[in-house]
């Protein structure tokens, strides 16, 4: 699986729209972009995930470039509780996807 | 439904005791997965089981076995606990085999050994 780059950290003010960046120049072409995001001391939750379309859901949205080399996850109104480490990860869809791996992410800060 | 379930939630090992940890998950998913966090890392796969009865290697294997007991529980078992097995173990489920889906993440079990 593709791996992915993330800056270690980012701050937004209450209310604003984060943006998180995450590059993944060498992704393929049957390999997803999956987003997560670990809240202190608790198991990862399930963001979203696209493959080439901007997608969208109720907790956030994915934009994902032309060329698939880089992705943004969009919390559009971000809230003291979005505060949290988050993990851009690229998997296949075959059986060597099962290895998602999970590297250091971003840990975002929401400020009041 | 609970989800993925774990137990314990804290546990305290003296170098070289066994235990099992132990994980349940209620979606009726075909694949579990164990991870293993240390502070301020990102999660490392230590075993997935792709389906019931199959169960591989992720990144960090050593000292660890696992057992697919059937298809809602998967367990982690030390044999032989060191100070390096010091983390946060978090296990978790997801639907279909490949594919695209998502994993669901259990709440936990923090080990400590002395």
């Known amino acids: 699986d593709a791996k992915t780059t993330q800056p270690p950290s980012m701050d937004c003010a209450e209310g604003r729209a984060a943006n998180l960046p995450c590059n993944h120049s060498t992704i393929s072409g049957n390999e997803y972009v999956y987003w997560y995001r670990q809240i202190h001391s608790q198991g990862p939750q399930y963001i979203i995930h696209?493959?080439?379309n901007n997608e969208t859901n109720e907790m956030a949205s994915l934009i994902i470039t032309e060329d698939r080399k880089s992705s943004t996850l969009i919390l559009p109104h971000a809230t003291l509780r979005d505060t949290a480490v988050y993990y851009c990860i690229v998997r296949g869809t075959n059986t060597g996807g099962f290895k998602t791996i999970f590297g250091a992410g971003t840990r975002l800060f929401v400020k009041a | 439904n609970a989800g993925v379930t774990q137990t314990p939630k804290f546990q305290v090992l003296k170098t070289g005791q066994s235990m099992t940890l132990q994980c349940a998950q209620d979606?009726?998913?075909?694949?579990m997965y164990w991870y293993r966090q240390d502070p301020g890392m990102g999660l490392r796969l230590i075993y997935y089981?792709?389906?019931?009865?199959?169960?591989d290697k992720g990144e960090v294997p050593n000292g660890y076995n696992v057992s697919r007991l059937n298809k809602r529980e998967f367990s982690l078992r030390l044999e032989s606990a060191a100070p390096s097995q010091t983390s946060v173990y978090f296990c978790a489920s997801s639907d279909v085999a490949g594919g695209t889906y998502e994993q669901y993440f259990g709440p936990g079990t923090r080990l400590t050994v002395t």
């Open positions: 979606m009726n998913h075909n694949s």
């Open positions: 089981s792709a389906s019931e009865g199959t169960t």
């Open positions: 696209g493959l080439k």
